[in-house]
């Protein structure tokens, strides 16, 4: 059974870049695609991107210019590199996995809380 | 964008009752790309259906996805203490891939 574990710093100063690696086990990382969701305090849930697993990604047009997403299947690991964060980034923030091209995430990490403060 | 509009905001049900959560886009959305979650309190959300009507692996027959075009519905035939949650819709066939803003179930 799949699970995926995020990681990075709980807190990051304002125009910093946040960055957060989720670790994946129990499954490989080929042949799927690997998602990043936020979700801010008390709020809804805002797709942030997806990579597939050759690299090939696709990011929200609002945060395009900020977002980088990479992807290491040796390591077994994908990460997030978001730039010059202000306090609308604070958010739980979610990796997941699509099993398919016409599956959306249907495994995920647990969430980790990304703090914006000086 | 795609806007998901969901009604009602916060619906108060019994256990044993029927839930009807709706889904509207501003827009069409492909039947392949339509999907339901639940998310309870400091949870991850969980996949329910995907492709509109597919049930994901180890849903129970209870809940059903339905709908087209731009009206989308998730049912939960008989309410169990378990269901009362968050719901979400989600579109993820047109890039920026959104989510619904939320239907609570709550208990009556």
């Known amino acids: 059974q799949v699970q995926l574990q995020e990681s990075g710093p709980g807190l990051v100063k304002p125009s910093e870049t946040l960055s957060l690696t989720c670790y994946v086990s129990?499954?490989?990382?080929?042949?799927?695609?690997w998602t990043w969701v936020r979700q801010p305090p008390g709020k809804g849930l805002e797709w942030i991107g997806d990579?597939?697993?050759?690299?090939?990604?696709t990011y929200n047009p609002s945060l395009k210019s900020r977002i980088t997403m990479s992807v290491d299947a040796s390591k077994k690991q994908f990460s997030l590199k978001l730039g010059s964060v202000t306090a609308a980034d604070a958010a739980l923030y979610f990796c997941?996995?699509?099993?398919?091209?016409?599956?959306?995430?249907?495994?995920w990490g647990q969430g980790t809380l990304v703090t914006v403060s000086p | 964008e795609i806007v998901l509009t969901q009604s009602p905001g916060t619906v108060s049900l019994s256990p044993g009752e029927r839930a009807t959560l709706s889904c509207r886009a501003s827009?069409?959305?492909?039947?392949?790309?339509l999907a339901w979650f639940q998310q309870k309190p400091g949870q991850a959300p969980r996949l329910l259906v995907y492709?509109?009507?597919t049930r994901a692996t180890g849903i129970p027959v209870r809940f059903s996805g339905s709908g087209s075009g731009t009206d989308f519905t998730l049912t939960i035939s008989r309410l169990e203490p378990e269901d009362f949650a968050v719901y979400y819709c989600?579109?993820?066939?047109?890039?920026?891939?959104?989510f619904g803003q939320g239907t609570r179930l709550e208990i009556k």
């Open positions: 997941a996995r699509r099993s398919g091209w016409y599956i959306p995430p249907d495994s």
């Open positions: 129990g499954s490989s990382i080929d042949n799927y695609y």
């Open positions: 990579i597939y697993y050759r690299g090939s990604s």
């Open positions: 827009q069409g959305v492909s039947n392949t790309y």
């Open positions: 492709g509109t009507t």
């Open positions: 989600h579109q993820y066939g047109t890039s920026p891939y959104t």
